[in-house]
């Protein structure tokens, strides 16, 4: 083979230098795009991270590195505040608030995806409206059947009305349900399950990845409240959740930034450890509501 | 089982099964399963709004609140809101307010999706895991670590503002103004917002065929045509969902201002919610609070129910 032959088709094949300065810049683009969201969306992680080991007084100083590293921060806080006490009362109403929205969801997913009976498209819809509908429409009327029941300044009131159902995990998990292909059921039936047997042995394995996504949902969203902990319970120290717990924390020790974001990073762990634990589940989860119509 | 006693088998339950579950659907079983959802229906959500309406309607304050009896007032909370100049600047920076979220959400949010979708799967996967862990983010922990950086003494941003010259932040008080206090407010909305949207716009997006960009870009269509002809209306549906919910968030944005403001704000940080939520349960006027709040129900579903007409329109238009 001569030279010549070799490079002509090469030099066919490769696009014109005008054309791969192109490809090149808007690679360039690409990246350094990606480079500035990734930072925007992590520096502040790295900010709780990095005071969190700081003194006090480096804290308040202009150097971002933490010299010497301060891990006796971490085994402050926990004499700073009962975050004990915050970390057992978020734990009852996330674990009790998740359980119920599982058992009540579950089986009004599966009467409104494959069973088929009068009115099921109305109550859909109403599921439907309710996902849309502000919670402003139930606050304030609730607060007061719940100060008629005398237990404001208690935990039930957030975790009761998840074992009402919740519109959420009803939506997602009816969306799952109806992927299940009817062969599966029909197998079942012929063997002489009744529905509930179907639901408790066929569907609950078929959907597992749905399910587990409703309860991660669940979890986050328990971990996450911030509002109803501040309606309900935020008169009684003694039945504070971690959210209500770590708003107060900074309110108290202004200057202390080291110290507050300690507590920060400590009360973030839970999400971060379940977050890497169960990440694919929740990437599904989000892709799950938003895709499959 | 040979295969072909394993057909008639098959054959004959099939006939049975339909039978039967003819049967199951008029018998009782469904409506057993459906009880929850009644419950859903008229516990979770008639029951409060009808008692949203009527508290609306009556003076309910704290002696009211412990003999369980409101008391008849007409329309005369609805009189008091609609005659307070404060109602009306609460509604209005209210509508402000959602609409620069709402905007900054979508139009930031649409450009990661559409960056997401241009990069490799290994890049893809990292900022993917960036954007769901701030979106998993308690806002307890972002309203802290975004008040730490903005500290008037010793935070981040005012270092490097001045740094870089940018003028003397050396103790700028970012909330002394509301307008740079709404600022921050709505970069921790906005930042906390964004990796749903993102994350639900690039689901949709790689469910759009790629011959279809093919083929506008080999008519010749630049990137900006081929998003505004192609991506766009196949995607109209998604973002009048993702539009309207993040509407409806963003109209009734409460913990983000009120962790801000250490649970006391000040007249001139009062949002809708806020307001509402001061007069129920720290003043102690259920009977007002009710009313603000459905006001604001009303404002939202008039709000998000003109948008999507809009867009049906439009898409119907072309």
């Given amino acids: 083979m001569t030279t010549a032959a070799a490079t002509a088709p090469l030099a066919r094949r490769k696009p014109p230098l005008a054309v791969r300065r192109r490809r090149f810049l808007v690679a360039v683009a690409n990246h350094s795009l990606l480079i500035a969201v990734a930072v925007l969306f992590l520096a502040p992680f790295a900010f709780i991270a990095l ?9 308040l100083s202009s150097h971002l590195w933490p010299q010497p590293f301060r891990w ?3 085994v402050d806080v926990w004499s700073k505040a009962p975050l004990l006490r915050w970390a057992l009362n978020t734990a009852m109403y996330s674990g009790l608030a998740t359980l119920g929205v599982l058992v009540s969801s579950i089986p009004v997913a599966y009467a409104l995806s494959r069973l088929r009976w009068r009115g099921r498209d109305a109550v859909f819809l109403v599921v439907l409206v309710a996902l849309m509908l502000p919670p402003q429409v139930s606050v304030i009327p609730v607060y007061v059947l719940w100060a008629k029941l005398h237990l404001v300044g208690t935990l039930w009131p957030l975790i009761i009305p998840s074992w009402l159902g919740d519109a959420f995990s009803i939506f997602l998990l009816r969306q799952f349900f109806l992927t299940i292909p009817e ?21 609950l394995r078929l959907a597992k990845p749905a399910i587990a996504a409703v309860a991660l949902f669940s979890i986050l969203y328990t971990f996450n409240d911030y509002f109803l902990p501040l309606l309900y319970v935020g008169e009684s120290p003694h039945h504070w959740v971690a959210s209500i717990g770590l708003s107060q924390f900074r309110s108290l020790h202004q200057v202390q930034w080291n110290l507050t974001m300690a507590a920060t990073l400590l009360v973030m762990a839970p999400v971060i450890v379940l977050f890497f634990l169960a990440q694919k589940a929740f990437v599904e989860g989000v892709t799950l509501t938003g895709v499959k119509g | 089982m040979s295969a072909e006693t394993g057909l ?13 579950r003819a049967r199951l659907t008029r018998g009782a079983a469904p409506y057993a399963l459906l009880a929850p959802a009644t419950i859903v229906v008229g516990a979770v959500l008639g029951y409060p709004l009808y008692l949203l309406v009527q508290l609306s309607f009556q003076k309910y304050g704290l002696p009211q609140l412990l003999t369980h009896h409101g008391e008849w007032t007409g329309l005369s909370n609805y009189t008091r809101i609609l005659h307070d100049s404060q109602f009306w600047h609460v509604l209005l920076r209210t509508v402000t307010f959602t609409a620069a979220n709402v905007s900054l959400t979508m139009l930031f949010g649409t450009l990661i999706a559409l960056l997401l979708a241009r990069l490799g799967s290994f890049m893809r996967l990292l900022l993917t895991t960036g954007l769901v862990l701030v979106w998993a983010t308690p806002v307890v922990v972002s309203v802290n670590v975004w008040l730490w950086m903005v500290d008037y003494e010793f935070g981040v941003l005012n270092w490097t503002l001045t740094k870089l010259h940018a003028g003397n932040f050396v103790h700028h008080d970012w909330f002394a103004n509301t307008l740079s206090g709404f600022g921050v407010i709505t970069a921790v909305v ?3 917002a964004i990796p749903f949207v993102a994350i ?4 949709a997006l790689s ?14 269509a630049s990137f900006v045509q081929v998003f505004r002809f192609v991506t766009m209306p196949l995607l109209k549906p998604i973002f009048i969902i993702l539009v309207s919910l993040s509407i409806i968030w963003d109209f009734q944005v409460f913990n983000q201002v009120w962790i801000m403001r250490d649970g006391r704000p000040t007249n001139d940080y009062y949002l809708m919610s806020i307001y509402s939520f001061v007069e129920s349960f720290r003043v102690s006027e259920y009977g007002l609070g009710s009313a603000i709040a459905l006001t604001m129900v009303l404002v939202m579903l008039v709000v998000s129910f003109f948008y999507v007409r809009q867009m049906v329109r439009a898409g119907e238009a072309e």
């Fill in chain 1, 72 to 74: 006796s921060n971490f």
């Fill in chain 2, 8 to 20: 008639r088998v098959a054959a004959e339950p099939t006939l049975l099964s339909a039978r039967r």
């Fill in chain 2, 200 to 203: 639900t716009l690039y689901a």
């Fill in chain 2, 207 to 220: 469910q759009v065929p790629e011959e279809l960009h093919e083929a506008a870009r080999i008519d010749g």
């Fill in chain 1, 51 to 59: 005071t969190a080991l700081m003194s006090t007084n480096q804290a």
């Fill in chain 1, 183 to 203: 062969e599966y059921l029909d197998a079942a039936r012929v063997d002489g399950c009744g529905e509930l047997r179907i639901l408790t042995t066929v569907v």
């Fill in chain 2, 190 to 192: 906005v930042w906390g």
